[in-house]
């Protein structure tokens, strides 16, 4: 990354970088180009992120078949959120059926300039990012934007 970037609402989305993904094979931001995508940074042991986890699990069911996709990007806070079992362990708790990648050497956190959790960014069909919240609430206005970046005209 270009030491001068700076990730906010209008910057190109980077891309994901390598960790273990769960409930998906591998993919990449470039893979879905053309769909909206929404970026969850969360971590199991964060109450605020588990607060805000039935809202995405909802956008999922609601949104996946409109071309929403949901990307869990799961960065541990505690060395015993690394373990992979556990985090599996806890998404099958948790019901979560969309995609989840672990950061747990924070690569991907770092390339967002991640300072907390939990975080959505939103990112249009065309991979710029178009809406960033950081911890809870703010869910109706979230789905509004959901809603009306699904019904934006794709390029491609």
């Not at 969850?40 to 605020?48: G, K, L, M, R, S």
């Amino acid at each position: 990354m270009i030491p001068d970037e700076v990730i906010k609402v209008g910057s190109k989305a980077p891309e994901l970088l390598d960790g273990q993904w769960i409930n998906s094979p591998k993919s990449s931001l470039h893979s879905q180009k053309g769909k909206v995508v929404l970026l969850h940074f969360w971590t199991f042991a964060c109450y605020n992120c588990r607060n805000t986890i039935p809202s995405v699990n909802a956008w999922h069911k609601e949104f996946s078949k409109d071309g929403l996709v949901i990307i869990g990007i799961h960065t541990p806070e505690f060395g015993y959120e690394k373990k992979i079992e556990t985090v599996k362990t806890e998404i099958q708790k948790l019901g979560i059926q969309y995609a989840v990648v672990t950061d747990n050497d924070y690569q991907t956190w770092n390339r967002y300039e991640q300072r907390y959790w939990p975080c959505i960014y939103l990112i249009d069909k065309k991979g710029i990012i178009r809406y960033i919240h950081i911890g809870e609430g703010n869910y109706d206005k979230t789905r509004n934007e959901i809603q009306r970046l699904l019904s934006e005209k794709s390029d491609e």
